[in-house]
């Protein structure tokens, strides 16, 4: 008839053994389209009740009012067929027919997929009547046998068939499936690119770690993006990845990723308002279980070299924000027990290093670092037993990626001894020596302390005071947790002045010991920490000369070539404090509102408010001695202080910002009640 679309069908004919996934195979190499994930999860879910697939996947093409004829050889069984049509199908029927012509089933449903199940008692040729009855398009059908041991029906197989939005995803799986992004929705979008065009949802349900890969291509400009849990999230950090384009192809989509068990939701979106058919396809590759197949060898006292481009995160952590980077996994064999330490370092991503004594088991993990006693280097140290251990060279930042090497020394549990590892060999610091640098993983135990340190490593620092000093340690970079223990007479527990994570004494002069100790027996490696022997003698002078302030005394003066004496929590960095500063004090006899206001000439000025002239021991932070401290009031020549205080005596400071801030200032205090 003219203007007639004429019918066309396709028969992929397969051995009743092969399962639905080998279809999909075929269907590919014949050229026929990839089968919608739709039917992949009809097939998922009758395979669930106990049914098998058999037969044949059969395809075709029809339009309006018209039918195709499939043959059918069935022997005496129950059978259940399912049809589906593709875009542009609103009424899809089926009916099957006896070799004698009568109707054995029929699907009286008004859908684009229909469903019947019949069980016959003759074997011969029965013929499958499919029917456009609105609409036209592709179809696909096939058939399952058995009886459903979970009480299910193709009704209920029907219903796992998702819409392609949030509330009724369609089921996702391994393989290659045919998709339309004109029937979706419009309503999410991806973080890579901008989207006012209809998407498609897919639901991906994972039950152990896999590699996965998932790509697109199609006709238009697609975006691909991914979802955990929340698939109406909106926010970027509901989303664990979104590509636009794969390389340089604007038809092409891809995303890689390790992801953990759980429930995904898979968009195809796309560009702008482009939208059409596509192809998607879904490979996995085991997780964390593949990379710990075949780890690579680490050699204990040999540095490994290496990248994290192009792997996975595969290994999550107990530091580093979770490890979230990608990971390579080392096997390193420990002979007998050893202090071990490993280190990662890289300059070219943030690392984290972390070890497992089983290699796929997060709940074996035995010590994680992302930080060390040198820069760019994570390293964990501890003492291992002889055995196998599992090293993961890992990074902060998930899309970090680069170079780095990666090193294991071993040492005796009882260490060999260092330079300045004892009292009579102590190394010497003092005034001069701003930072220290040391290392205990080779050293012996001989001192401890109070506070901790016995039979763990340590280190010994002579410290010479010529005058009364304010004598201040504390640890910068450390690869295990180390103590301060100062002592007036080395390895003299009677002696011990000061003991903890930070060490801040006043002292009179004379020698010192000042030894660094791990804080327990398995705590040792390199370390960095500040050192400070401050001359209390002009502060001191400064506090015992400070000139008194009455109320509603206005002064002028300047702080130039004073010299520095005290530091101001609001001012510049304390490092950078070093102008000349200008003390003063007053006294109320009852609680009082007080109010000091400071005006500079040409220079930044601080005004600070001191409980006491000086900070007391254990803490040189001026927050200590501080009641109040104002840098700026409306300008940087102006500061204010306006508090009420108890009956006392204070100190009135007048420093500079930062360093060459000093100079001529006017300075008001009045009782305000």
Not at 645 to 658: E, K, P, Q, R
């Amino acid at each position: 008839m003219p203007g007639r679309r004429p019918q066309r069908w396709l028969r992929v004919a397969l051995p009743a053994a092969v399962g639905l996934a080998s279809a999909l195979g075929a269907c590919s190499a014949s050229r026929v389209p990839a089968i919608d994930p739709r039917f992949v999860a009809v097939h998922n879910t009758l395979s669930a009740m106990g049914l098998a697939h058999v037969g044949s996947v059969q395809q075709g093409t029809l339009v309006e009012g018209r039918e195709a004829r499939l043959p059918l050889e069935l022997t005496p069984q129950c059978a259940t067929i399912v049809a589906m049509g593709g875009e542009g199908v609103r009424d899809l029927d089926a009916q099957l027919i006896d070799p004698r012509g009568n109707p054995v089933a029929h699907d009286a449903t008004h859908e684009s997929q229909a469903a019947l199940r019949a069980c016959v008692e003759s074997a011969g040729t029965y013929t499958l009547v499919i029917k456009m009855s609105a609409g036209q398009g592709d179809f696909v059908t096939a058939m399952w046998s058995g009886s459903a041991q979970q009480g299910g029906s193709p009704v209920s197989a029907l219903a796992a068939v998702g819409a392609g939005t949030c509330e009724s995803p369609i089921e996702l799986g391994v393989g290659s499936f045919a998709g339309d992004t004109s029937r979706g929705r419009a309503e999410h979008d991806g973080t890579c690119a901008q989207s006012r065009s209809k998407e498609l949802v897919y639901r991906l349900e994972l039950t152990s770690q896999k590699r996965v890969v998932i790509e697109t291509q199609s006709r238009f400009d697609a975006v691909l993006y991914l979802r955990r849990d929340a698939c109406e999230s909106q926010d970027s950090d509901g989303e664990i990845a979104c590509n636009d384009d794969a390389g340089s192809d604007a038809h092409a989509s891809r995303i890689e990723a390790a992801l953990d068990p759980g429930v995904y939701y898979v968009f195809v979106d796309g560009y702008d308002d482009q939208s059409g058919p596509f192809h998607i396809k879904v490979s996995m590759s085991e997780g964390i279980a593949d990379a710990c197949r075949a780890p690579r060898p680490l050699t204990l006292g040999s540095a490994m070299n290496g990248s994290n481009s192009g792997g996975f995160d595969l290994a999550h952590a107990s530091c580093g924000g979770d490890a979230k980077g990608r990971d390579v996994a080392y096997r390193l064999e420990v002979a007998q027990r050893s202090r071990v330490r490993v280190g990662l370092h890289s300059s070219e991503f943030p690392p984290v290093v972390h070890v497992r004594s089983a290699c796929a088991d997060e709940q074996s993990e035995l010590s994680c670092a992302d930080s060390s006693g040198v820069d760019d280097e994570a390293a964990v140290a501890r003492v291992l037993d002889p055995g196998s251990y599992y090293v993961f060279a890992d990074a902060s930042d998930g899309n970090a990626e680069g170079h780095y090497s990666l090193l294991a020394e071993a040492a005796p549990e009882q260490g060999v001894g260092v330079p300045g590892d004892g009292c009579a060999d102590a190394d010497a610091i003092g005034a001069s020596t701003p930072s220290v640098q040391g290392d205990t993983f080779f050293a012996k135990d001989d001192v401890s302390g109070r506070c901790g340190g016995a039979g763990a490593a340590d280190v010994v620092y002579r410290v010479d005071v010529p005058r009364k000093a304010r004598l201040a340690a504390s640890m910068t970079q450390q690869d295990g947790e180390h103590v301060f223990v100062l002592q007036r007479t080395c390895g003299d527990r009677a002696s011990e002045l000061a003991c903890g994570t930070s060490i801040d004494k006043t002292v009179n002069p004379g020698s010192y010991f000042l030894a660094v100790d791990g804080a327990s027996a398995d705590a040792f490696g390199r370390f960095n920490f500040e050192f400070s022997l401050t001359d209390v003698a002009p502060r001191e002078l400064a506090c015992k000369s400070a000139a008194l302030l009455v109320d509603g005394q206005s002064i002028s003066s300047t702080t130039a070539g004073l010299g520095r004496r005290f530091t101001t929590s609001c001012g510049g960095h304390i490092s950078a404090q070093t102008a000349s500063d200008k003390l003063y004090r007053i006294s109320v006899g009852a609680r009082a509102h007080v109010h000091l206001a400071l005006s500079t000439t040409g220079w930044d000025g601080v005004l600070a408010l001191r409980k006491s002239c000086l900070e007391p021991d254990g803490s040189s932070s001026p927050r200590t001695a501080e009641v109040a401290c104002n840098n700026d009031f409306g300008d940087e020549r102006h500061s204010v202080i306006d508090t009420t205080i108890d009956a006392g005596t204070y100190f009135v400071l007048v420093a500079g910002h930062i360093s060459g801030n000093e100079g001529p200032f006017s300075l008001d205090y009045r009782v305000v009640r």
